[in-house]
């Protein structure tokens, strides 16, 4: 029997993640994988900013953006006819230090966060599958059979189900996974074409009576990710092929195109699922596990990726002895409003592009393409859209982590925002460290950062001179208590404050 501190089931990109991240805080993990290795399908091709965010935590930032391509711009047309081109190139400049949308296949995601644990002397136990597992008050104990199909057991402290849609850790914590599937058929296509219009590193979008068909960038010249919904004459039971939809897809875009190799071809139905809830006593779960969406906006990786930040350093402090059990249960509340968030978003989004609401269809072809190249290019808009879409923009609301607080622009719940100070350095480059970290602005002889008791709990401090004043206005000699993940607990002049949110969650 092995033991450990915490199970991951899954080595997809949350249970990596979920691995990679409990290694930050030195926390012993086992994780089993059914399959011998990484995938090496290209599914999910868009790297958001937050996810590359993180990966600049772990030191493998560099690695995807050099081995992925940035999206510099988005493209729609309507038979034919370019309507707008927007430049995406800087629209999250300012607002995080990846101001832009990776593309970068799956398999290369994968492959840098597993790499990532081995060259860190962590093992993954490929070609082991989870049979079932048995909770008490004091640990779980997990059956699975390993590469040689023996029955191995394993107990530890807490178990994190990371295996996916159909998730059968989910299935055994007896929970349900309400919501819909759309009743349309879809497919991806990865390709390389040769074409006169289609020939950038930017996303095309053709608006086509019934739903679109999309381009989207992908590494290296004429390398594409079609995807779109197949005509509703086919059954959908029926095996597709790519030269079934080919053809149609050369018509209904009405640009010149010409097909050179097919790397992938698939079908797939649309999901828009959310647990009721995403833990059961020392039992979680996450990423599409937990939640699955429609594809519109390329959020689902990210989001079971930043599942796994939001729940990692929770369990870490519990299981180093730093935080009270309760801070467990803010993962629930906190991931799971953020999944029914994106829900709505996503189901919204999706509505109006794939054409199976009326209404939607008609704003979509007669009135979106006109107005999408002047609203995105103002200034309100790139403010909306980037912390939307890049997943910067996530706020957890007011629990007992969270002070309803506010200096200037900033408010508690929100990610720190990012800033770069006059000597060039960017305010990430201090808050890297796993840790609660106490931020100090202003002038030093009124800091009482260094009365705050925080217990057990390791926590940095800093003080700083320097305050941008288009984040804080004029406001100084104020606190920002961060939390592991960056996101602010509570905001104000109070130093009290910080020492009452401590508190909650001390031992
Ligand atoms: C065509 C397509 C395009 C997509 N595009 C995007 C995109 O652009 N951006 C985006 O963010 N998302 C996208 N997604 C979604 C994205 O692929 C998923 O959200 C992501 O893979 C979820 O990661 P995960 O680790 O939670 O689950 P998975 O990737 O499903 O990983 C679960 C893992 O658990 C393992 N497992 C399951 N059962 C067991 C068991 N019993 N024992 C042991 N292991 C088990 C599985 O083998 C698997 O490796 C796309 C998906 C598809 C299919």
Redesign the pocket.
């Known amino acids: 029997m092995k033991s450990t501190q915490v199970i991951i ?8 993640s979920m691995a990679a991240q409990l290694m930050r805080y030195q926390i012993d993990f086992i994780i ?4 011998q290795k990484t ?1 090496h ?8 900013a937050r996810t590359l965010e993180i990966f600049e935590e772990l030191g493998i930032a560099v690695q995807a953006v050099t081995e992925g391509q940035v999206t510099t711009g988005m493209n729609m047309f309507y038979k034919g006819n370019r309507k707008a081109r927007v430049n995406l190139s800087g629209l999250g400049e300012g607002l995080s230090q990846f101001p832009y949308a990776l593309s970068l296949e ?1 398999s290369k995601t994968e492959k840098i966060l597993a790499d990532h644990l081995t060259a860190n002397g962590k093992q993954i136990l490929w070609g ?4 079932r597992t048995e909770q008490t008050n004091h640990g779980v104990t997990v059956y ?1 059979k390993d590469k040689a199909g023996q029955e191995q057991t394993i107990e530890a402290s807490y178990l994190v189900g ?8 989910r299935h055994q914590m007896g929970l349900t996974f309400e919501g819909d599937t759309i009743p349309k058929l879809f497919y ?1 296509a990865d390709v390389k074409i040769k074409s006169a219009v289609i020939n950038q590193n930017e996303m095309y979008m053709f608006m086509i009576q019934k739903g679109f068909i999309l381009f ?1 960038p992908m590494e290296g010249i004429g390398h594409y990710r079609i ?1 779109g919904i197949l005509p509703d004459a086919k059954d959908i039971h029926e095996e597709f092929h790519f030269t079934d939809i080919k053809e149609t897809i050369r018509k209904e875009v009405a640009v010149p195109i010409d097909f050179e190799k097919e790397f992938w071809f ?1 079908t ?1 139905k649309v999901h828009s699922r959310k647990a009721n809830s995403f833990e059961n006593n020392r039992c979680f779960i ?4 937990a939640h ?2 429609t ?1 519109a906006g ?7 990726i930043q599942d796994a930040y939001n729940l990692a350093w929770k369990m870490a402090g519990v299981l180093k002895g730093e935080l009270n059990t309760i801070v467990l249960k803010t993962y629930d509340s906190e991931r799971g409003e953020n999944a029914r968030n994106l829900l709505r978003s996503t189901d919204r989004m999706f509505d109006m592009m794939s054409g199976v609401n009326p209404v939607w269809n008609f704003f979509r072809l007669h009135i979106f393409s006109r107005i999408m190249g002047y609203v995105i290019k103002s200034a309100l808009a790139k403010k909306m859209v980037f912390p939307l879409i890049s997943q910067t923009g996530i706020r957890y609301s007011a629990n007992d982590l969270t002070v309803t607080s506010c200096i200037g622009k900033v408010r508690s719940g929100v990610r720190m925002p990012y800033f770069v100070f006059s000597d060039r350095t960017q305010i990430f480059d201090y808050l890297s460290e796993p840790a609660f970290k106490i931020l100090f602005f202003g002038e030093n002889t009124n800091n009482e950062s260094r009365e705050l008791n925080s217990g057990k709990i390791k926590i940095k401090k800093y003080a700083f001179k320097e305050i941008p004043s288009s984040l804080f206005r004029n406001e100084s000699d104020f606190y920002v208590l961060l939390r592991p993940d960056n996101h602010i607990s509570y905001i104000g002049k109070e130093i009290n404050k910080c020492g009452e949110v401590l508190l909650k969650y001390m031992i």
Do not use: R, W
């Open positions: 089931v899954g080595a997809g990109p949350t249970g990596l089993i994988e059914k399959n995938t399908l290209s599914k999910a091709i868009v790297v958001q799956q082991s599958e989870f049979i699975y990371c295996d996916g849609a159909s998730s059968p850790v991806v989207f995807v698939s797939y996450a990423g599409d596990a699955i969406h594809p390329g959020q689902g990786m990210n989001t079971g």
